[in-house]
């Protein structure tokens, strides 16, 4: 975990901070978050897709963690799924202002779009130029649609500095694989064969590790959200031991 933590341009961690029953290994003592963050240095937060939080429980939690961790979080789908990007500027400003409580513990904003929502140019341009304005740091985004896979959808990306995540299962070969920025890569990782169930299996983490090795200079989440069955937690774990002998 030393190695883990000393290569800053390197993250992994859960979606969420539970620790399950079968991790007994873990800090005994303190908040799950406590005890998750002194063994990763990141966790997605997710429950912001759902529902707004208070302020004061955005500053707990920046509270609770090392200096050197970092959340990312996952914007409201009020945003992403209900106005399809095409949102009030309100309604971004109160998530953006509830996210930046985090202060230096903020890390990428994800927003995760439908597999419904395809590309749609003008509407993409508006929202990345609003959002823009009001936010100057690390965006990912996760589109669903075939139609954001394709040379105009990751020029406009990029022009933007916003990467595109890379997901497992792919619901699109293209979408395994990073774009957009290139300056950060988000690798977010929902068990397969059975999303949200299924461990990895060593083989797989292996050539992961091998790929984040080869682009080491590059900042680099992985997040695993295979959670239902608590195969993220031990997930993580074998990556961070691979990488930690590299």
């Not at 883990?4 to 969420?16: E, F, K, P, Y």
């Not at 998530?95 to 927003?111: D, K, M, V, Y």
């Not at 996760?142 to 954001?148: A, D, G, K, Y």
């Not at 694989?177 to 299996?201: D, K, N």
Request: net charge positive.
């Amino acid at each position: 975990m030393a190695s883990n933590r000393s290569m800053n341009h390197l993250r992994i961690g859960t979606a969420g901070w539970s620790i399950p029953k079968q991790y007994l290994d873990v800090p005994p003592q303190g908040t799950h978050l406590n005890r998750y963050s002194q063994i990763f240095n990141c966790a997605e937060i997710n429950s912001s897709f759902y529902r707004s939080h208070r302020l004061s429980t955005w500053a707990k939690w920046a509270d609770s963690v090392p200096e050197d961790f970092q959340f990312s979080v996952k914007a409201p789908k009020a945003i992403t799924h209900d106005a399809k990007l095409a949102c009030e500027p309100a309604q971004l400003q109160i998530f953006l202002a509830e996210a930046n409580t985090l202060a230096q513990r903020l890390g990428p904003i994800l927003f995760q779009l439908p597999p419904s929502s395809a590309f749609n140019p003008a509407v993409a341009k508006a929202f990345f130029a609003r959002l823009r304005d009001l936010h100057q740091g690390a965006i990912v985004f996760e589109p669903r649609h075939s139609t954001w896979f394709v040379s105009e959808a990751d020029y406009l990306l990029n022009s933007f500095s916003i990467s595109r995540v890379a997901a497992d299962p792919a619901h699109v070969p293209a979408a395994a694989q990073a774009a957009g920025w290139s300056q950060l890569i988000y690798c977010r990782l929902h068990g397969s064969p059975h999303t949200y169930y299924s461990a990895y299996p060593e083989s797989y983490l292996r050539s992961l590790a091998a790929a984040i090795v080869a682009h080491k200079t590059r900042e680099t989440w992985c997040v695993f959200d295979n959670t239902a069955s608590g195969a993220a937690f031990g997930d993580a774990q074998i990556l961070q031991r691979l990488l930690s002998a590299a």
